[in-house]
């Protein structure tokens, strides 16, 4: 069993910026892809952005392209997530998901084994 821990969500102002971060104990993190979804309230869950085993693929949400950056440090077992620029419609629970033996970016959730349990972010205008 894969486990994951996110952390980093906190309450922003409108332009302001965040680094969320998720590790795992998992013996072989460089084996997983990884990815990072939001769900807002009353809202069905969607991809954020997705990095490869390795860190040399990433794909972005058009939402959020230019503004976060995915990426992974593979000795400590974490992938991050740094949001700039926040704006009030990136409230969320954002969750970290893993998908181990891909070498490639996966975006829909039904693609990813492994869950964590989510961090709040809230951006107030």
């Known amino acids: 069993q894969v486990q994951l821990v996110e952390s980093g969500g906190d309450l922003v102002q409108a332009g302001d910026s965040l680094r969320l971060s998720c590790t795992t104990s998992?013996?072989?993190?460089?084996?997983?892809?990884m990815g990072w979804f939001r769900q807002a309230l009353g809202k069905e869950r969607e991809f954020v952005a997705a990095?490869?085993?390795?860190?040399?693929?990433?794909y972005y949400a058009d939402s959020v392209k230019g503004r976060f950056t995915i990426s992974r440090d593979n000795a400590k077992k974490t992938v991050y997530l740094q949001m700039n620029r926040l704006k009030p419609e990136d409230t969320a629970i954002y969750y970290c998901?893993?998908?181990?033996?891909?070498?490639?970016?996966?975006?829909?959730?039904?693609?990813?084994?492994?869950w964590g349990q989510g961090t709040q972010v809230t951006v107030s205008s």
């Open positions: 998992v013996r072989t993190f460089s084996g997983y892809a």
């Open positions: 990095i490869s085993w390795s860190g040399d693929s990433t």
């Open positions: 998901a893993a998908r181990f033996g891909i070498e490639t970016t996966p975006r829909r959730a039904s693609e990813y084994s492994f």
